[in-house]
Structure formats: structure tokens, C-alpha cells
């Protein structure tokens, strides 16, 4: 698998899957009628860093940005947001993407990332606290969640 950072031309191949997952109303706090338009705004928007895994195929499987969570003096804290195509999932792609992810975070200057909206049914969070996030907080009953009605959405934190 290799991992690097985004072209101008992988959008049309990560979209599929941004489309489908944030449609499925699981995992993303994003409208699920989004438009392309409106979804690539959001996925690779000025000051984001936003990174592709390519499988042996040379498909992109994978996707994440990073950014500043916030400005001015807080500006050293980043947010990433983490997508795997659901055909690929389970083979440890996510893992991989994200400990390239924080390492690259890490590496330009940022000193924590947060999330501030990961869904608490989402498998991921498994994978966040293996890899050191911890819950800061649950906002209760904040995500209409497509099969499991309204759930709590986490706001998850870790040093880098």
C-alpha cells in the first residue's frame, strides 16, 4: 500500500466512497444529500493537507485531510478526518493511514489533534483509543444515526 499526499486528480476517486459513506448517515456529521461540489469544499478546502492510500493496484482505497482545529494562538492543534472505501475495509488501511497521518501532523508542528464529532457507534473509535485518542466528552443523543436512532457523538483528544 502506498500512502502520499493528494493530487488534484483524485477526486473523482475518493467520491465514490465520501459519497457512500456520508450517505449512509453511520459515521459523518456531514448532510448526506452533500453535493460533489459541496463535498470536495469540505474533503480538500484551503489550508488542508489531505492524503490517499493506493492499493497494489493503484487504487485509491483510502483518504484523509488534516488541518488546524482552530486559529490564531490555538492553531497548533490539528483535526483529520479519515475515510476507507467499505470494499476495503478490515485489511488495516485505516490504521496505517492514520499513524501516516499523525506522523505527518506531528512532523509539521502541530501538538495534539482533536475530533470533534466522532460518531460513538463508529468501529473507528476502537481503532482511535488503540492508537492513544482519548474521550474527552460525549454531546448525548447529537447524531441521528441511520439504524440506531439517536446516538452521542465523541469529541475525542491526543497528544502528539
Known amino acids: 500500500m502506498l ?5 488534484a486528480g483524485d477526486w473523482p476517486r475518493i467520491w465514490p466512497f465520501w459519497h457512500r459513506i456520508v450517505a449512509a448517515r453511520e459515521t459523518y456529521a456531514w448532510d448526506p444529500d452533500t453535493s460533489e461540489e ?3 469544499a469540505l474533503w480538500t478546502g484551503p489550508g488542508k493537507r489531505v492524503y490517499v492510500a493506493e492499493d497494489d493496484t493503484g487504487a485509491v482505497v483510502a483518504s484523509a485531510y488534516v488541518t488546524a482545529n482552530y486559529g490564531g494562538p490555538a492553531a497548533r ?41 466522532v460518531v460513538e457507534t463508529n468501529p473507528a473509535v476502537g481503532l482511535w483509543t488503540s492508537l492513544g485518542f482519548t474521550v474527552l466528552g460525549t454531546v448525548p443523543d447529537a447524531y441521528e444515526h441511520a439504524r440506531h436512532g439517536p446516538v452521542g457523538l465523541h469529541i475525542m483528544y491526543r497528544a502528539l
Request: without cysteine.
Open 77 to 117: 492543534v490539528a483535526n483529520a478526518g479519515f475515510m476507507v472505501d467499505p470494499d476495503h475495509g478490515g485489511r488495516g488501511i485505516g490504521r496505517a493511514l492514520a499513524k501516516h497521518v499523525l506522523a505527518a501532523a506531528k512532523a509539521d508542528g502541530y501538538r495534539s489533534m482533536v475530533f470533534n464529532a
Open 38 to 40: 459541496a463535498a470536495r
Open 3 to 7: 500512502i502520499r499526499e493528494a493530487a
